[in-house]
Each structure stands twice: as structure tokens, then as C-alpha cells.
């Protein structure tokens, strides 16, 4: 039996791989300092480069990045130009690599958590994910399986951790137990996502008409439908502070909306009515307890106008 390489033969394979580290910024002075610091001993016995794409910032991340990795690519867009945006464009400046490395401005990279997410970029695989943990070391539910019309329905009716313990009813998984050893996943929080060559090649370039959320879903979603799987992998492990969607009315409409139009793309009309249902179910009954971000996401999604495809920025406002 193949029992892979020995040490010495994975670290020789390691050294032959530059991964292209790729992070989008915007006002992420108060963040950004923390994630650079941890790529040396995160990125331990691997070839990398840096290009960061910053959308418009007026704080000093700018400056930061020159000040603490001169060698790096910065990109500055200008303007606020969405995340997809600056991912393509962080890859398409970036230097020769041999697989891409999408950080969030507030991930903190465990040591050695690359190399292992490069030892499972296996032939099939198109994703490499960690896993994930908070600011005080408990673990986020970071797996997810393909958005459905009963999982919907079960989020709504259930509340998403009692629905995500069944398959067929929960979108998040929940069953810590799920997160204990290396699998293949539908989809899954994308502030620390590795992607091949060939999965870049075959399924680039992020839609950039998610503004902002479920741009990770619909390309990890294609990359399984070209045959290439995300892998999680535990052993791989990395910090996320995570971002503030869970209390911006602004942001948690943004992710509603984006559900929706992803899930139609996807669907026809009637499934896409029935997933939109179980959405304003959910945000209705959370609203009714007083929620100020379901009831700025509820007010959206029964309004058609808001329904249409994001154009920039303003699509964060309520």
C-alpha cells in the first residue's frame, strides 16, 4: 500500500509550491496587522507572495502594507468595488503561483496551517478549508451543504442548529462531530479558502455580481459541479475574528438577498418562490421578536426591487 510521502518527501514537495496569498481590504487598519504577522509561521516551509487588493480604504491600511511588507502587490481599486471584484483582481496581478490562498483582513493563521491545507490538494479536490475557530477559541460551524427548499424551511421552522443536526433540514452543519475528521463539504465559509490551479482555470472568475456574500457559495458550488470537491481539513487550523453581518442591518440584507439570487440561478421559478418563502418565514418571526436586522432583511425581501442583482455598494444600505 501507498502510504504518501515520507516527511522529507512532502517537505520537498511543499518547497516546489508558491501559493499566491490573496486578501482584500477595505478599513482594515484595526485587523490587518495581526493577519500579517501570522503568515510567517502560518505559511512555514511553503513559497508565497502577497497581493492584496484594497477597495478604496481611507484609514492607513495602505500605508500599513508598505510600511510592513514592502514586497508586496497592492492593488488599490479606488473605490469600494465589492469582494469579487478584488479577488479577480489580486489573481490576475499576482505573482507565478502554484495555488491561491483567499484570507479575510481578520484571519489569523494557525502555524503550519497552509502546508496541511496544501497536502490535501489532492487530484478531485478544487478547495482546501481549515478549521475554523473565534477570537476565544471556540469553533465555528464553518461546513455548509448546498442551500435547498426544506433546508430552508427547516432553518425557518426549527432555528438553524436544530436543523443543521439532520442533513436534509440544515444548510449549517452543526454536528460537532462532523468536525473532527478530514471531508468533503458542499460549501464553506470562505475567509480561509485554498484553491488549485486547475479549479482557478476551470471555474474562475468570482461573480462579481455578489457584491459582497455568496460569492464563495456559487464558486464552490460550480467547482463541484466541473467534479472538483472542497476538502476541510482539521488539522489545518486558523483564527477568524469574523465580520459584523449578525448585527449590521445593512449586511445581514445584503447576505438575504444574495441567497436568494443565488439560489434562483440555480432553480426555476417555482423552487426559488419556495426557498424565498422558508427566507421570509424565518425573517418574519425574528423580526416580530423585535430583531433590527431581520426586520431590515424582511422589508427587503418583500420588495421586488430590492430583489434585483446588486450593482455596488449602495446595495448595503437600508
Known amino acids: 500500500m501507498n ?171 452543526t454536528d460537532r462531530r462532523c468536525y473532527e475528521n478530514e471531508a468533503v463539504t458542499d460549501w464553506a465559509e470562505g475567509s480561509t479558502l485554498l484553491i488549485s490551479t486547475e479549479c482557478w482555470h476551470r471555474c474562475a472568475p468570482f461573480d462579481e455580481s455578489f457584491f459582497l456574500y455568496s460569492e464563495e457559495t456559487d464558486f464552490a458550488l460550480r467547482a463541484r459541479d466541473a467534479g472538483l470537491v472542497t476538502r476541510y481539513v482539521p488539522s489545518a487550523r486558523a483564527v477568524h475574528l469574523r465580520g459584523d453581518s449578525g448585527q449590521s442591518p445593512g449586511l445581514w440584507t445584503l447576505l438575504m438577498l444574495n441567497r436568494v439570487r443565488l439560489f434562483r440561478r440555480r432553480n426555476g421559478r417555482i423552487r426559488t418562490a419556495a426557498y424565498w418563502g422558508g427566507l421570509v418565514s424565518r425573517e418574519a418571526s425574528r423580526a416580530v421578536l423585535g430583531t433590527a436586522t431581520s426586520r431590515a432583511a424582511l422589508r427587503a425581501l418583500v420588495n421586488p426591487r430590492r430583489l434585483r442583482e446588486p450593482r455596488g455598494p449602495d446595495s448595503v444600505r437600508v
Request: hydrophobic content about 45%; some cysteine; overall charge neutral.
Open 3 to 173: 502510504m504518501g510521502p515520507t516527511p522529507a518527501g512532502m517537505t520537498m514537495a511543499l518547497a516546489e509550491k508558491t501559493v499566491a496569498i490573496v486578501v482584500v481590504t477595505y478599513n482594515s487598519e484595526g485587523v490587518l496587522d495581526d493577519l500579517l504577522t501570522s503568515l510567517h509561521d502560518g505559511l512555514k516551509g511553503v513559497r508565497w507572495n502577497l497581493t492584496v487588493s484594497d477597495n478604496g480604504s481611507v484609514d492607513g491600511t495602505v500605508p500599513m502594507l508598505h510600511r510592513r511588507v514592502p514586497a508586496a502587490r497592492i492593488i488599490e481599486m479606488g473605490r469600494n468595488a465589492g469582494y469579487a471584484v478584488g479577488i479577480n483582481a489580486a489573481v490576475r496581478a499576482a505573482s507565478p503561483h502554484s495555488a491561491i490562498l483567499v484570507l479575510n483582513p481578520d484571519v489569523r493563521l494557525m502555524p503550519g496551517c497552509v502546508a496541511e491545507l496544501l497536502g490535501a490538494l489532492r487530484p478531485g479536490t478544487g478547495l482546501v478549508v481549515p478549521q475554523l475557530v473565534d477570537g476565544q477559541s471556540e469553533l465555528i460551524e464553518s461546513l455548509r451543504r448546498e442551500p435547498t427548499v426544506l433546508r430552508a424551511w427547516g432553518d425557518a421552522l426549527l432555528g438553524a442548529r436544530r436543523a443543521g443536526r439532520y442533513p436534509v433540514l440544515g444548510e449549517v452543519v
